[in-house]
């Protein structure tokens, strides 16, 4: 069963190498999702209102390939992993692959964001991810 959870002010949803039992639709509110890379982490989109997070680790069957930490108050609709199964196993094949597809994509563009440490002022401006709520998030990660 699907439910919906309030989460504060730059609070975890779920960290990056953790198993990936849940994903996430975001009600309202604002996740910024964040790539360790060496010793930075690094924004890698800004999810709102209407997105969909840890979807691509419940498709693939891995651990969530990014940590998501809100920026406010946030209201999540969680979908646990049976009741994404069961609607995945109900859609055709070529569906369940084109979803692989893009979400094979995506990865390797959110790993090369990561890996080249380009914070992008599209996902979130320089002057709101600075140095010092990097080493907030850090923090709220360990």
Same mark, same amino acid.
């Not at 639709?25 to 989109?45: A, H, N, Q």
């Not at 419940?58 to 390939?65: G, K, L, N, P, V």
């Given at each position: 069963?699907?439910? !919906?959870?309030?989460?504060?002010?730059? $609070? #975890?949803?779920? !960290?990056?190498?953790? !198993?990936?039992?849940?994903?996430?639709?975001?009600?309202?509110?604002?996740?910024?999702?964040?790539?360790?890379?060496?010793?930075?982490?690094?924004? #890698?989109?800004? +999810?709102? +209102?209407?997105?969909?997070?840890?979807?691509? +680790?419940?498709? $693939?069957?891995? =651990?969530?390939?990014?940590?998501?930490?809100?920026?406010?108050? %946030? =209201?999540?609709?969680?979908?646990?992993? !049976?009741?994404? &199964?069961?609607?995945?196993? +109900?859609?055709?094949?070529?569906?369940?692959?084109?979803? &692989? %597809?893009?979400?094979?994509?995506?990865?390797?563009?959110? &790993?090369? #964001?990561?890996? &080249?440490?380009?914070?992008?002022?599209?996902?979130?401006?320089?002057? $709101?991810? %600075?140095?010092?709520? =990097?080493? =907030?998030?850090?923090?709220?990660?360990?």
């Amino acid at each position: 069963m699907d439910s !919906k959870h309030r989460f504060g002010f730059r $609070q #975890v949803v779920f !960290k990056e190498g953790s !198993k990936a039992d849940k994903l996430y639709l975001i009600k309202t509110g604002e996740v910024l999702c964040l790539k360790f890379s060496i010793d930075r982490l690094i924004p #890698v989109f800004l +999810a709102k +209102a209407g997105d969909i997070i840890g979807e691509s +680790a419940m498709i $693939q069957d891995r =651990e969530y390939t990014y940590s998501a930490i809100t920026l406010a108050e %946030t =209201e999540l609709v969680e979908v646990p992993s !049976k009741s994404f &199964n069961e609607a995945l196993s +109900a859609s055709p094949e070529w569906l369940v692959d084109l979803t &692989n %597809t893009m979400i094979t994509r995506f990865q390797h563009t959110s &790993n090369l #964001v990561a890996e &080249n440490r380009m914070v992008h002022p599209s996902i979130i401006p320089d002057d $709101q991810f %600075t140095p010092t709520l =990097e080493v =907030e998030f850090k923090r709220l990660l360990s």
